[in-house]
């Protein structure tokens, strides 16, 4: 059987990703593998229809289809994405039609399984048969029982295809529709008090610009407004990780990305990103933007500060790109205030209005509301990964997390452990075990009954 590999790689066969399809190769000899590299060959693909035909070419002509792909930031890198914006705006989606495939991605598992819920999406939208995906961490292929697993997921896969099993879909259609929005007379603007405001931004016209107008005209002065779109990115993140020691970019000096997220994101008080969505993410140019960032590696940028969306398209469709931005938002350490969509054209007006309130007010108050699992969790996999061997690499990250107290493991606190080992004991006694957890439920509470009579006058002010 011929089997397409997308490899989905920045870096090409140089990419960790292309040993394990390298592995897979050697262990099924009996197939034709052919593999491309559109994530590294993108702005060839996209200028000459002769190569991305080609690809389409070995698409048609193959029974099984490959995504594999590194995690870049939730999900995929932007120049793998604009391979798959390509396949809809050239009108090739047929080719994909009936294919079986499958996702291979590496990584070091923070936040996979929504780049495989993405790469699924995209299956399902493109009429392929989902046969499965497998979500190895980087250092998978050199453990033996890893290797047999990965053997395992892919004989299914191509057996699957061979049998041409019915496969369930997992996600509907996406329906790309928005009501027409016509804002009314702006309502009196609130004062910005001296809070620095940014709009993130790829696009300026219809609903978008709309909604950006709206939220300029609740605040006054206005928000600066930073056109991702004709900003001057030269290209997409490329993985080198040069960035990794200092958080030096390897685009430093080329283009103007750098310098101005550090000049206008970082530091802003609170910051809007308004983007439409475009399949089952935002653009490609909004990805890149996301993947550039990347030369603050996995420190916070955001962090403190207040952080919104205005989203074109139905959000309520794309749960998975509602999950990203919220742990996006989580793992920065940004207070996450709200989404606001154009899904339906009432109260609008309200909710932004609404929103520059609550941005303001947020602001001066310093609220910072708790994360949930999405962010601490998330937060949990960086320390560890960059605790041990990452650190070689991530040097930066290392000194940030050890000067802000990331590293916060608590196999590292003696006394509490030592404390910890004599309780688990003493409630080891059998009689002393029974009296204890009779009482379980007052002792949990006693902790709090003095906090709970404390009075919040003002803010930082307790009584």
């Given at each position: 059987m011929k089997i397409t590999v997308l490899g989905g790689s920045p870096k090409g066969e140089t990419s960790v990703t292309m040993q394990y399809v390298g592995f897979l190769r050697v262990n099924f000899p009996e197939h034709e593998?052919?593999?491309?590299?559109?994530a590294f060959n993108i702005a060839a693909v996209e200028r000459d229809r002769g190569k991305f035909n080609l690809i389409m070419d070995d698409i048609r002509a193959s029974g099984l289809v490959l995504w594999a792909f590194p995690l870049y930031v939730f999900t995929v890198c932007s120049q793998y994405q604009r391979f798959i914006e390509l396949i809809e705006e050239n009108g090739c989606a047929g080719a994909f039609n009936g294919k079986y495939s499958a996702a291979l991605s590496?990584?070091?598992?923070?936040?996979?399984?929504t780049?495989?819920?993405?790469?699924?999406?995209?299956s399902?939208?493109?009429?392929?048969?989902?046969?499965?995906?497998?979500?190895?961490?980087?250092n998978d292929l050199l453990k033996a029982e890893m290797r047999n697993n990965l053997v395992t997921f892919f004989e299914n896969a191509v057996s699957t295809a061979l049998a041409r099993v019915p496969v369930t879909k997992a996600?509907?259609?996406?329906?790309?529709?928005?009501?027409?929005?016509?804002?009314?007379?702006?309502?009196s603007p609130h004062d910005a008090g001296g809070k620095k405001i940014v709009i993130v931004t790829d696009e300026n016209d219809g609903n978008m610009g709309k909604m950006i107008n709206r939220l300029c005209s609740a605040i006054q002065p206005a928000p600066e407004i930073v056109d991702i779109k004709a900003l001057d990115i030269k290209g997409g993140c490329l993985g080198c990780l040069k960035c990794g020691p200092?958080?030096?970019?390897?685009?430093?000096?080329?283009d103007a990305f750098v310098e101005t997220y550090r000049e206008k994101i970082m530091k802003a008080d609170i910051v809007v990103y308004a983007g439409a969505m475009k399949g089952r993410y935002l653009s490609s140019r909004w990805?890149?933007?996301?993947?550039?960032?990347?030369?603050?590696t996995h420190q916070r940028s955001l962090a403190g500060k207040q952080l919104a969306f205005l989203i074109s398209g139905p959000l309520s469709q794309n749960f998975n790109l509602r999950e990203i931005l919220t742990a996006f938002a989580e793992w920065q350490n940004a207070n996450f205030v709200d989404i606001i969509t154009d899904e339906t054209a009432e109260n609008i007006d309200a909710s932004i209005d609404n929103l520059a309130g609550k941005l303001l007010e947020f602001s001066e108050k310093g609220y910072l509301k708790p994360v949930t699992f999405l962010g601490f969790a998330g937060m949990k996999v960086f320390r560890d990964d960059i605790y041990s061997e990452l650190r070689v690499v991530f040097q930066a990250d290392h000194r940030v997390y050890k000067k802000t107290g990331v590293f916060d493991f608590p196999q590292n606190k003696p006394f509490k452990n030592i404390m910890l080992a004599v309780m688990?004991?003493?409630?080891?006694?059998?009689?002393?075990?029974?009296k204890i957890m009779g009482n379980f439920k007052k002792m949990m509470i006693m902790p709090y009954r003095g906090v709970i009579k404390l009075k919040i006058r003002d803010i930082g002010k307790t009584v």
């Amino acid at each position: 059987m011929k089997i397409t590999v997308l490899g989905g790689s920045p870096k090409g066969e140089t990419s960790v990703t292309m040993q394990y399809v390298g592995f897979l190769r050697v262990n099924f000899p009996e197939h034709e593998f052919v593999v491309h590299q559109p994530a590294f060959n993108i702005a060839a693909v996209e200028r000459d229809r002769g190569k991305f035909n080609l690809i389409m070419d070995d698409i048609r002509a193959s029974g099984l289809v490959l995504w594999a792909f590194p995690l870049y930031v939730f999900t995929v890198c932007s120049q793998y994405q604009r391979f798959i914006e390509l396949i809809e705006e050239n009108g090739c989606a047929g080719a994909f039609n009936g294919k079986y495939s499958a996702a291979l991605s590496t990584s070091i598992h923070f936040f996979d399984h929504t780049a495989h819920n993405y790469i699924r999406a995209i299956s399902d939208d493109l009429g392929m048969n989902f046969t499965g995906s497998f979500s190895a961490h980087m250092n998978d292929l050199l453990k033996a029982e890893m290797r047999n697993n990965l053997v395992t997921f892919f004989e299914n896969a191509v057996s699957t295809a061979l049998a041409r099993v019915p496969v369930t879909k997992a996600y509907t259609p996406v329906k790309l529709e928005s009501a027409v929005y016509n804002p009314g007379a702006p309502s009196s603007p609130h004062d910005a008090g001296g809070k620095k405001i940014v709009i993130v931004t790829d696009e300026n016209d219809g609903n978008m610009g709309k909604m950006i107008n709206r939220l300029c005209s609740a605040i006054q002065p206005a928000p600066e407004i930073v056109d991702i779109k004709a900003l001057d990115i030269k290209g997409g993140c490329l993985g080198c990780l040069k960035c990794g020691p200092a958080n030096v970019c390897s685009y430093t000096g080329k283009d103007a990305f750098v310098e101005t997220y550090r000049e206008k994101i970082m530091k802003a008080d609170i910051v809007v990103y308004a983007g439409a969505m475009k399949g089952r993410y935002l653009s490609s140019r909004w990805k890149m933007f996301f993947d550039r960032s990347f030369f603050n590696t996995h420190q916070r940028s955001l962090a403190g500060k207040q952080l919104a969306f205005l989203i074109s398209g139905p959000l309520s469709q794309n749960f998975n790109l509602r999950e990203i931005l919220t742990a996006f938002a989580e793992w920065q350490n940004a207070n996450f205030v709200d989404i606001i969509t154009d899904e339906t054209a009432e109260n609008i007006d309200a909710s932004i209005d609404n929103l520059a309130g609550k941005l303001l007010e947020f602001s001066e108050k310093g609220y910072l509301k708790p994360v949930t699992f999405l962010g601490f969790a998330g937060m949990k996999v960086f320390r560890d990964d960059i605790y041990s061997e990452l650190r070689v690499v991530f040097q930066a990250d290392h000194r940030v997390y050890k000067k802000t107290g990331v590293f916060d493991f608590p196999q590292n606190k003696p006394f509490k452990n030592i404390m910890l080992a004599v309780m688990s004991g003493i409630i080891g006694i059998p009689w002393v075990s029974k009296k204890i957890m009779g009482n379980f439920k007052k002792m949990m509470i006693m902790p709090y009954r003095g906090v709970i009579k404390l009075k919040i006058r003002d803010i930082g002010k307790t009584v």
